[in-house]
C-alpha cells in the first residue's frame, strides 16, 4: 500500500506519519484540521483483498454499504470509556478510512518487549478488559480480534480495547474468510462458522496466559499448584508462573476447548476472578471516634499526571544484533524518546512531606490531599483519586496513619497477628482473607493484609501494608470499589513502593 504520509484527506486529515502496517491496514498519525487549534487522531486505511477496479457497481455500492453499516455500530461502540473513541469514518477514491481519537500509551505487545507482566498487572487487565468485553456483547458486538496488540495501557494506567475485526471482515474480504483477519496465535484453534463471544474470552486469556509466560500455551500452571495441567491429554507441560492457582483455573477455563468447560459470558469470568467470595463484614478505617473526611476547597488540591511505561527493546542474539545496526537510528529515537516522558512524569508526580512523622511519599497529581492529623486514630494524611465519571459512587482513597507502640515494644510477626485477629473478630459466619503476604516497605519488612469488606450498598476491597519502624507502625489503607480494586491497584503499589521513613 503506497504511503499517503503528507496528504490532507476529506479536506480535513493532515497526515503526519505511519505508525504500522499489516497485511490489510496501514494506520496513521494525523492531525485534525477543523478545530481551531488541530489535535491529534489515529487514521486506519482499509486495504481490500480484491480489485475494485475490476468489481462491479453493484457489488461496489454493497460493499460501500456494508462499510457505514458496520460503521455505525462502531460509531456506537466506541461511546465506552475504554474504546478509542471512532470519530469519523468516510470512503475517498474507493479506499476506506477510519478516524479514532488518538490514545498516548503503549500496547501489551510493546510492553512484553521489555518484560513479562506480573499477577497484578493480569488482574488489571482481565478485570478492565472483561467490562469492557461485557457491554459490547451485551449491544451483541464481538471483537473477534484480541491479541496483545489490541490491547493500550495509556500514560494514566486506563487500559483500552480497540482493532475490532468485524468492519474489516466486512471491507476486506466480503465477510467470505473471518479468520483472514483473526490472529491464529490467539483466535481458538477450532473456530466456527459463525463466532461467538466465548472466542473473546479464550483470545484474551490466551493473551494474558501469554503475558505472564512468554508462551503461546492453551494451559498455565501457578507455581505453588501440584496439578500438572488442566488437560490430561496434554503431553506438553503447562508454562509456570508465579500467580495463585485461583488465577490459574480462570485462565484455564477461558481458554478451554469444550463448551461444557469454558466460560459462555465475561460475567463468568468476572465472578470467578472474584477469590474472595466471603465477605469480611469490617468498619472503614480509623472507624472509632472517626469520619472519613469530606473534600473542603481549602485543603484538597487538584492534581494531574500519569506516569508512561518505558519501552526498551532487548537484543539476545546474533541476528538481533544485526537487526540493530540496521535499524540503530530508530532505536535511540525511541529511547530518547521515552526517557523523555519518564523524566516528565517524575517531575509531575507530587511529593508529600510530614516532618512531624519524619517521612514522604510521592502521589499522582490527579489525586487530592488531605491532611488530617487526628491524635486519637494516628491517621496523617489521606489521597483520594479524581471522579471518573458522574455515576462514580466512591473515591478510592489511600490513608496514611501512624501508630505509636505502648512501651512494651512488638515485632512485626505479633502486630500482623493484632490485625489478623481484629479482622476475625469483626462480623460473623466464615471469614477468608483475600491475600497475606510479606514486603518491604522503604527496604523495612513489612506485611500486607488484603480483605473484603462491606460498607452500606457497596462491596469493598481493603489492603492493609504497615512496617515498624522507631517503635511505630506506619500504615497505608487503600481503599476502592471491588471491581475496581486492581485497576488502581499498580498506582497504589508506586506510591507506597516511594514511600521514605526517616
Known sequence: MKSIVGKILYDRYRIVQQLSQDDWSTVYLAE?????????????????????????????????????????????????????????FFECDREFYLVRKYIQGITLEQKLHNSLINESEALAWLEEILRVLESIHQLGMAHLNIQPSSLIQDSEGKKFLTNFAAIKNAVLFEQKNLTRVLNPDFSPQSQPAKSDFSSDIHALGKTIIYALTGILSESIQAKSDEIISHNLTNLNPSPKANIRPELARVLNKMVASQPDNYYQSATEVLNDLDF????????????????????????????????????????????????????????????????????????????????????????????????????ITGEVVVFTSPQETDDDLFAEKVHLAVEN???????????????????????????????????????????????????????????ESFTIKNNQVYIAIYTAEKAKFYKFYPTVEKMIDSWEIQ
Open 32 to 88: 485534525d484540521l477543523a478545530p481551531n487549534n488541530p489535535v491529534q487522531c489515529q487514521i486506519e486505511q482499509l486495504q481490500p483483498q480484491y480489485d475494485h477496479e475490476i468489481l462491479g457497481a453493484q457489488s461496489w455500492q454493497k460493499v460501500r454499504q456494508t462499510f457505514i453499516a458496520q460503521g455505525d455500530i462502531l460509531l456506537k461502540i466506541s461511546q465506552h470509556p475504554q474504546i478509542p473513541q471512532l470519530l469519523a
Open 276 to 375: 474472595g467470595q466471603n465477605v469480611v463484614i469490617f468498619p472503614p478505617p480509623f472507624a472509632h471516634g472517626f469520619r472519613l473526611p469530606q473534600q473542603s476547597s481549602s485543603l484538597v488540591k487538584s492534581k494531574s499526571t500519569g506516569k508512561l511505561q518505558k519501552l526498551i527493546g532487548s537484543l539476545k542474539s546474533v541476528r538481533g544484533i544485526i537487526w540493530a545496526v540496521l535499524s540503530l537510528p530508530f532505536i535511540v529515537a525511541t529511547v530518547i524518546f521515552f526517557l523523555g516522558v519518564n523524566r516528565n512524569s517524575e517531575k509531575n508526580l507530587l511529593k508529600y512531606t510530614n516532618s512531624d512523622y519524619q517521612f514522604s511519599l510521592k502521589y499522582p497529581q490527579t489525586w487530592s490531599e488531605e491532611q488530617i492529623d487526628d491524635p
Open 405 to 463: 507502640l505502648s512501651s512494651d515494644p512488638t515485632d512485626l510477626k505479633r502486630y500482623s497477628q493484632t490485625v489478623l485477629d481484629r479482622i476475625n473478630q469483626t462480623g460473623s459466619g466464615n471469614k477468608e482473607l483475600y491475600e497475606n503476604f510479606q514486603t518491604t516497605i522503604d527496604n523495612s519488612p513489612a506485611r500486607t493484609v488484603i480483605y473484603s469488606r462491606q460498607q452500606g450498598s457497596l462491596q469493598l476491597r481493603q489492603m
